[in-house]
């Protein structure tokens, strides 16, 4: 019976890893490859999906078909849309119908298990093998939610890309799954054929003008991410983390810095930025071109790249050599919430690998830490913060954990953790035992509640 696999992707990104993993022999043969492209925005219809985004022409060779998930499931959004279990068995054969899959064996191959759609993709598809394959920083964090026993027993390993060479990933780990990296130098020949094609798409879409050239070579490159959009920050405070980069770049030396904002980041955000350039004696382009940071690296070769907790930081320094530094991680590592939030590994990652933007000497001195001291110093604190996110997945870390906070929390490490979870935990950190009845205590709160509206009346 022919053999078809079926590749769910929501950006260019994971498309490009899905192809150097295919370039590379990571996954076995097929007789048909087809590629699910599901467009995640919470607004899709304003968004471009990541089959027409600048680029995606030179990866496109790699399937043998392309479809829309959002079409195939409209009017409901991907990231909401779960079948009723007695529901499954009609939407397979609709699938299979809509994409041509006939009665093929199939196999999936697709990112964020945790989560609609490719939960949702996986128990649709009920018994056919799944391989994860993950293109962030996400991949080093836990699995944030318990994916269960119809899928999770499916699962045959992770791929990931090597973005913090000698740490392995977590995610999925609790389930047996191996790990398998990605060749680094098969996603950077594949990167280089999108920067190609973004290239070639964006001349012919501006009428023979190369929208890259705007960028000038060796200047500094500042990331935007939107997290005022995610309610971690207000829209000043994010504000305020874009000037910090571009004070910092300006004190850095740089009189050319490229700002390449989020694509769903307000315009007018722009504008207080070219404000500050100018005041500092320093000329800021606004980067619109809907191109991943990868493409601006290979063209144009940034002297530095700033951003806050984006992948695309470790892609510059892992992938391309270039001097990375970060900004805003502190106040991060304290908003995000719970503190399960999936993003916490991958801003633990950054603040605790790279130097802050603010001091000068530490950039200038910086240079990436090699494997073994990554497998030494970084990998305990990674399955520190990992256990106290899901503690009841990975109990076999709650001894390395305890002996790891009673060494090293201190104030440079503090950032990382919450007192009230490391005294759920009863960890090393937390409320001594002695005093453990205290938040528990009715009477003790009451009275506190007390002198708490007594200080606010008084003040």
């Known amino acids: 019976m022919a053999r078809t696999q079926l590749f769910l992707a929501s950006t260019l990104y994971g498309i490009a890893t899905l192809a150097a993993a295919l370039d590379a022999g990571s996954l ?56 009723r279990p007695d529901d499954v068995p009609m939407w397979e054969r609709y699938f299979r119908r809509e994409w041509l899959l ?74 047996g799954v191996p790990s398998q990296v990605v060749p680094t130098a098969e996603f950077t020949k594949v990167l280089a054929e999108v920067t190609e094609a973004a290239e070639a798409a964006e001349a012919d879409r501006e009428g023979g003008r190369d929208t890259l050239d705007s960028v000038p070579a060796g200047a500094a490159l500042l990331l935007g991410q939107y997290l005022s959009a995610l309610g971690i920050l207000t829209a000043a405070e994010e504000e305020e983390l874009h000037l910090k980069m571009v004070r910092g770049a300006a004190a850095l030396g740089h009189k050319k810095i490229v700002f390449k904002p989020h694509p769903t980041a307000p315009a007018e955000w722009t504008e207080p930025l070219r404000a500050e350039a100018s005041r500092l004696g320093a000329e800021l382009t606004v980067l619109n071109t809907p191109v991943l940071a990868e493409a601006v690296y290979q063209r144009s070769r940034p002297a530095l790249v700033v951003g806050c907790f984006s992948t695309a ?19 991060l590592l304290e908003r995000l919430t719970p503190y399960q939030n999936s993003n916490r590994v991958p801003v633990t990652l950054v603040h605790a690998l ?82 453990a009845f205290v938040p528990r205590n009715g009477t003790v709160r009451r009275v506190a509640r007390r002198a708490r509206a007594l200080k606010k009346a008084l003040g």
Not at 53 to 76: H, K, Q, T
Not at 135 to 162: A, C, E, F, Q, W
Not at 315 to 329: H, K
């Open 354 to 435: 790279l130097p802050d933007v603010g001091d000068a000497g530490a950039v200038r001195a910086w240079t990436p830490p090699s494997p073994e001291k990554v497998a030494a110093e970084l990998t305990p604190l990674v399955h520190t913060v990992g256990f106290c996110m899901q503690a009841r997945a990975y109990p076999h870390l709650r001894d390395e954990a305890a002996a790891w906070l009673s060494r090293h929390l201190d104030a440079d490490t503090w950032p990382y953790f919450k007192r009230r979870r490391l005294t759920s935990l009863g960890l090393p950190g937390g409320i001594p035992a002695r005093l």
């Open 102 to 175: 006939g009665t093929d064996d199939l196999e999936l191959v697709v990112e964020s298990i945790q989560v609609a759609p490719a939960l949702t993709f996986a128990q649709v598809f009920t018994g056919a093998p799944i391989t994860v394959y993950a293109d962030g920083l996400m991949s080093y964090g836990p699995t944030r939610n318990k994916i269960g026993l119809l899928v999770d027993t499916r699962i045959d390993r992770l791929l990931h890309l090597d973005l913090v060479p000698g740490l392995t990933p977590l995610l999925l780990s609790e389930y």
């Open 28 to 83: 076995p043969a097929a007789d048909r490859r087809v590629l699910v492209v599901s467009n995640n925005a919470a607004v899709p219809e304003t968004h471009t999906p990541a089959d027409r985004a600048p680029g995606f022409a030179a990866l496109r060779s790699r399937f043998d078909a392309v479809v829309s998930y959002n079409e195939a499931i409209s009017p409901m959004h991907p990231s909401g849309w779960v079948p």
């Open 313 to 331: 930081l470790l892609t510059a320094s892992v992938l391309y050599d270039i001097p990375v530094a970060r900004t805003g991680t502190r106040l």
